[in-house]
Nanobody, 120 residues
Framework: VQLQASGGGLVQAGDSLRLSCAAS????????IGWFRQAPGKEREFVAA????????YYADSVKGRFTISRDNAKNTVSLQMNSLKPEDTAVYYC??????????????WGQGTLVTVSS
């Protein structure tokens, strides 16, 4: 499965942004999808994950209550709605397909990343 993330941009603190992850391939619905982010000089970290059928979601504590992950298997897309953005949310955001997990190594397919910059 091939993934392409989009929707990043420059916003102010408190604003909202919606990221999308478009997938190609008929096997998309077999995989859990995770969103990860990587800030300059830092390791890639887990943000949110959604199970193969959308029935289960999990969030990092840092985004819980502000971010919402969803998927549409009919359209092969996953979205990450980000509200109340903070400067510390600034990072390159990646979507990935794999097992339902918070661990980077459990995801075998990665998109190219989209940059989110939140100014104070």
């Amino acid at each position: 499965v091939q993934l392409q993330a989009s929707g990043g941009g420059l916003v102010q603190a408190g604003d909202s942004l919606r990221l999308s992850c478009a997938a190609s391939g008929r096997t998309f619905s077999r995989y859990a999808i995770g969103w990860f982010r990587q800030a300059p000089g830092k390791e890639r970290e887990f943000v949110a994950a959604i199970s193969w059928n959308g029935g289960t979601t999990y969030y990092a504590d840092s985004v819980k209550g502000r971010f919402t992950i969803s998927r549409d298997n009919a359209k092969n897309t996953v979205s990450l709605q980000m509200n109340s953005l903070k400067p510390e949310d600034t990072a390159v955001y990646y979507c990935a397909a794999g097992a339902y997990s918070t661990r980077v190594r459990e995801y075998g397919y990665w998109g190219q990343g989209t940059l989110v910059t939140v100014s104070s």
